[in-house]
């Protein structure tokens, strides 16, 4: 795959771009040839990470809540560093059996709506009023956007009722585009992550959804164990 470049970009950025079109599953052999999926990705101005996603979402008939992920990743953080006033009800958006810190977000943004993005309603709960609107008006855009390219979840293609959205989907969904982000403990209550790119990431303390994998386990006493040996 070559192009005419107006300013060439490094060897290693280069590498980098195509490695990440190859795992998205946009271009595919040594001459890194444009796959059926990657048509696809093509037709949407958006980040090939999101066109994955919502192509995805898409199958898997949770389209609505992909493009609301995806609009929350484009702007601010919708969560501020939490306070000792604001600690506790941030913390009550995540919840355990959470499969990714997007659920999170998603709830700390319906918190927004429901106040109608109101700063001063949202300041208990250490929400950026302005970032969670700023995000409902790109997820209006993201929708508009996928009506255009004729993008529908399967259910709705197929002239059936759309089922509700699980969780598991759209976990899916989001993997299929950031699997290099999935984030393994290194060891139990670390905050030290082993990321499937093959690098690890350090979690600060007070960091907020933003700054963790997107995707990650927390290891089973029988991880720990096969890990030890």
């Not at 079109?21 to 980040?47: C, K, N, V, W």
């Not at 990714?100 to 106040?115: G, P, V, W």
């Not at 399967?154 to 759309?162: G, I, K, L, P, S």
Request: a neutral charge; glycine letters at 6%.
């Amino acid at each position: 795959m070559t192009f005419d470049w107006y300013e060439s970009p490094t060897e290693e950025s280069a590498h980098r771009a195509t490695g990440l079109l190859a795992a998205l599953g946009a271009i595919q052999g040594q001459d890194g040839s444009l796959t059926e999926l990657g048509r696809q990705m093509s037709a949407f101005p958006l980040h090939p990470r999101f066109s994955r996603m919502l192509i995805t979402a898409a199958e898997f008939n949770c389209l609505e809540d992909a493009a609301l992920c995806a609009a929350l990743a484009q702007g601010r953080d919708l969560l501020m560093k939490p306070t000792e006033l604001t600690k506790r009800k941030q913390e009550d958006f995540f919840q355990r059996d959470d499969l990714s810190e997007f659920q999170a977000l998603m709830r700390a943004f319906d918190k927004a709506a429901s106040t109608k993005f109101d700063p001063t309603a949202c300041a208990p709960y250490g929400i950026h009023a302005r970032a969670a609107h700023d995000a409902m008006r790109t997820y209006e855009q993201i929708g508009g956007l996928c009506r255009r390219m004729g993008l529908a979840n399967r259910a709705q293609m197929n002239n059936e009722d759309v089922p509700p959205p699980r969780a598991e989907d759209l976990a899916r969904a989001i993997l299929s585009a950031f699997s290099d982000h999935l984030g393994v403990e290194t060891a139990s209550g670390s905050r030290v992550y082993a990321l499937a790119a093959g690098y690890k990431g350090h979690l600060e303390k007070d960091a907020t959804s933003s700054h963790r994998p997107c995707w990650w386990q927390r290891r089973s006493p029988r991880s720990r164990a096969k890990h030890s040996k």
